[in-house]
Nanobody
């Protein structure tokens, strides 16, 4: 069974950067599409960024485009989300997820989930 664990969250000032890591275990991550999602208090979980298993296709939400970058290292069974120029509205619990086939970068398309890591952007 594929298991995912997020790390790298924390408190950061506006304009700062964080890199989130999604470490997989139990099964190789290579054949899976990977997604990063976030959920802020009082809001629904939303897709932030997704990457295909072949790395040939990526998606970014409009709100993070140009600021965030998704990547993966299949040899390390790990995925990343580099977050730059962070804003107050980026504050949320961030989740990584994986699935062997997805149509969209939507939470409902993903079957395997981590438990999340908190990102707080505050001055």
């Amino acid at each position: 069974q594929l298991q995912l664990v997020e790390s790298g969250g924390g408190l950061v000032q506006p304009g700062g950067s964080l890199r989130l890591t999604c470490a997989a275990s139990g099964f190789t991550l290579e054949p899976y599409a990977i997604g990063w999602f976030r959920q802020a208090p009082g809001k629904e979980r939303e897709g932030v960024s997704c990457i295909s298993h072949s790395e040939g296709s990526t998606y970014y939400a409009d709100s993070v485009k140009g600021r965030f970058s998704i990547s993966r290292d299949n040899a390390k069974n790990t995925a990343y989300l580099q977050m730059n120029s962070l804003k107050f509205e980026d504050t949320a619990v961030y989740y990584c997820a994986a699935d062997p086939w997805v149509a969209d970068c939507d939470p409902s398309d993903f079957g395997s989930w981590g438990h999340g890591t908190q990102v707080t952007v505050s001055s």
